[in-house]
Structures are given as C-alpha cells and as structure tokens.
C-alpha cells in the first residue's frame, strides 16, 4: 500500500513538474512574441528597405520602448535610456525605436544629425501621427518642404534685409531713447 502511495506521489510530482516546465516554456515564448510583434508589423512591409534600417528594437506593441523612456527621464539620469542603447547595439549614433506610437529614428550624435539632415534621399521628415494630429495638418511641419519653402519666402521676406528692416529703425530708435530716459529719472 506504501509503495502505491509513492508511485502515485511521485506520478503527481512529475506531472507537476511537467506543468510547470510547460508553463515556464508559454511564458518565454509569449515574451519573446510579444517583444518582436512590433517589429514584424512595421519592419516586415519593408521588404528589402528593412536591411538599411539602423540598429535598435522596436520595443513591446502599442508601448514600443515609451516605459523605459519615462522611466530614465523620471529618475535623476536622463542618459539612462540613450546609455542603454548604445550598450545594446553599439556606438552608431542612430537607434530605431517605438516612440510616442510609432515607428521612431533617434539621433545622438552631430555626425549622424548631419547625415540625416543632408541626405534627403535616404531620410524623409515626419512626425509621429499623434504629434501631427495636435499641430495639425497644414502646419509647418506636416507640409512638404517645396511648400515650406514657398510659405517662408512669403513671410520672411516682409522683415528680412535692410530695406525691411530700416522701416523699423526711427521706431526702435525712439522706444529705446523713451526707455532710457525713463530709467534716468528713477532714482537710485
């Protein structure tokens, strides 16, 4: 009777044990699916372009890497989150992330600022859909940069050079000739 109870015993130990191992094997699995899901949504519509995209990770779906973002501004050491890429995938100056719910480039370095600055065939400009939702659709920066170019020769060019800005002198003259006697007169 004692030796059943054992076999029975040990029977319920393995089995759990089994559970157990099965559970712990879900687990890895659903994190590691989860971890990714980002990156085949965004990354996989790609096609080859995906292969010129720089280092980094696309964090978890929906959140991206926004959590150990605040979590580095919040504490004491901003850098925390920049110092973490670079440890994860080296010194390049450019990371690709998830960022404010979308799909986000970040820059650390003048080097590579220059590059994404210059090179208008590689890097187009944009902003996440939430910023651009706020600042709305026909803002400076939701318009093209023919159209921005065209806006700004219009508005510019009513206050730039001298002609322009010689209209404002005799003004600027006398506020600040009023201002200076006005503070003549207080006393000390």
């Keep these: 009777m004692l030796g059943l109870a054992l076999g029975v015993g040990r029977e319920l130990g393995s089995s759990m044990w089994m559970v157990l191992l099965c559970s712990l094997g879900a687990l890895v699995a659903l994190k590691w699916f989860l971890q990714n899901a980002n990156s085949w949504y965004y990354e996989t ?33 901003p850098e925390a989150f920049l110092n973490s890429m670079v440890s994860r995938f080296g010194r390049t100056g450019i990371y690709k992330t998830f960022m404010f719910g979308s799909p986000s480039i970040i820059v650390t370095t003048p080097e590579a600022s220059k590059k ?4 208008d065939d590689a890097f187009k400009p944009g902003w996440p859909v939430s910023t651009e939702e706020l600042i709305g659709k026909n803002s400076f920066t939701s ?25 404002y002198t005799t003004y600027i003259e006398e506020r600040v000739i009023s201002s200076l006697e006005k503070w003549s007169k207080w006393e000390k």
């Design 45 to 77: 519509p790609l096609g080859e372009k995906k292969f010129s995209l720089p280092p980094g990770d696309l964090g978890w779906p929906f959140i991206g890497n926004m959590w150990s973002f605040l979590r580095a501004f919040k504490s004491s050491k």
């Design 116 to 119: 994404v600055l210059t090179d």
């Design 143 to 167: 318009i093209s940069f023919e159209e921005h170019k065209r806006l700004r020769k219009l508005t510019a060019a009513p206050v730039n050079g001298y002609e322009a800005l010689s209209v």
